[in-house]
């Protein structure tokens, strides 16, 4: 019989796992010479690559400007509190609440915002007819009745927001379900493992938007990399 300790030990080892091919925090051990324990990773495609969907411009600003801030503040925190630093980005973010109160708000913050955006990045890719197969296709369809249905909640849930922050899809407790979180809050932190998430803050799309988030947020759900949100979730059943 499987518990539900069980059940949340075993999404707790599986995002272990995950962490270190999906979202790579930094590649290599922290070093003594430099703090720069975290790095930018590379977008992986040039900024026009989600045109018209996301502009050059706004992918320019929250990758090099918005989420180089996030990894630079992280580094520094990890600076003041070398007893966490050689942690990595997913324990950091999963176990927020064991770091040292000095520092608690930075790694929520800036660990979050680091991760958040590294899989935000990862979750996107322009391709038409872009929908879930296979497995993930069956999940969302038992989980939510229809793939239909599913976009249709995440897209309120993502309108439901209020200030800042972001609509996941998450894999919790052996099911799926739609979360939201404020600021740079992630559903690790609560045991859950995100398979995508839409970064639903003003500069993810106020240039091109405004203050059209419905928009935005339909935008996006046309230029989800299902492949790797299916990557994911096949290592959570593994
Ligand atoms: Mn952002």
Redesign the pocket.
Known sequence: MITRRDALKSIALSTGALAVSVVSSNGQAPSATTKEVHKLPALGYDYDALEPFIDAETMKL?HDK??AAYVAKLNQALEKEPSIAARSLEELIRDVNSVPDSVKNDIRNHGG?HY??TL?WQSLRKKEGNAPTGDLAKAIDKNFGSFTAFEEQMHAAAMKVFGSGWTWLVAREKKLVIESTPNQDCPLSTGGLPLLGI?V?E??YYLKYQNRRADYVKAVQQILNWDFVASRFAQLKA
Do not use: P
């Open positions: 929250h918005h989420h915002g958040n955006h935000f970064d803050w500069h993810a």
